[in-house]
């Protein structure tokens, strides 16, 4: 299911992160880096297979590990 309110918020974030949500952003967009779960669309933007999400916001999840395949610890 589609968690709206938290892809908002997301997008919200990454357009004026705190310090501390830049670094966990940071963290997780290394480890989608080399995940085999990525994908640059026709549009040039990566994103997540698993959820359809674009990376370079769902990074910015104020959610403890939204990662579809939980590899945001």
Known sequence: ???VKEILTAW???ANP???????AAKRL?????CENKLK???GVT?????GCVLSKKAFSPKEN????????
Do not use: H, Y
């Open 30 to 34: 290394s480890i989608c880096n080399s």
């Open 47 to 51: 994103v997540c297979i698993e959820c």
């Open 18 to 24: 705190t310090e501390g949500q830049a670094k966990v």
């Open 1 to 3: 299911m589609v968690d």
């Open 66 to 73: 939204p990662c579809p395949l939980k590899k945001w610890d």
């Open 41 to 43: 669309n026709r549009f």
């Open 12 to 14: 919200a974030i990454s």
